[in-house]
């Protein structure tokens, strides 16, 4: 996935926010049958303004965006404490036996190594993990919950 900015993801984010308003206008009306006429104009728009700001499809920008809403997260957040094995922040991972153990931990990469990264739990880590998220002084200017 090629590089993309700070100012192009986020002019990115106004576009889909915009979208999304003039959706909701679109769709405030009764109950369509099918997608009205009007909804393609909106979603060629929003296309071409992502274009501009250089991603090659909407699938492209969400990636980048959310690339860049953990990068952040990282930075407001500091991980603390050890791993007691418990599997709850590794859920979807193949490795992971019925018991909840990594089957690979003594080997385990640097992926999981890192992880649980804050941004996947800023709701709140499950109660049986022994990481806990502190806030730093981190001041971001960028909301990293937009999706």
Known sequence: MPQH??????????AV?????????LYSKPWH??????????????????????????AEFFDASEELNKMEA???????????????????CKYLLETGECAIY?????VCIDSPFAMDYLGGLPKECTYRFVRTDYKSDLDVEWR
């Not at 700070?6 to 106004?14: D, H, Q, S, T």
């Not at 926010?17 to 206008?25: F, I």
């Not at 930075?75 to 404490?81: A, D, F, L, N, T």
């Open 5 to 14: 900015s700070k100012e192009n993801i986020l002019a990115g984010r106004k």
């Open 33 to 58: 049958r099918s997608i009205p006429q009007e909804h393609t104009p909106l979603l060629d728009k929003l296309q071409g303004e992502l274009k501009e700001e250089g991603f090659k499809s909407l």
């Open 74 to 92: 990282s930075k407001m957040y500091r991980r603390e404490g050890e791993c007691n094995r418990c599997g709850k922040c590794c859920r979807t």
């Open 106 to 110: 003594d080997d385990r990469p640097q």
């Open 17 to 25: 926010d915009v979208y999304r308003a003039d959706h909701a206008k």
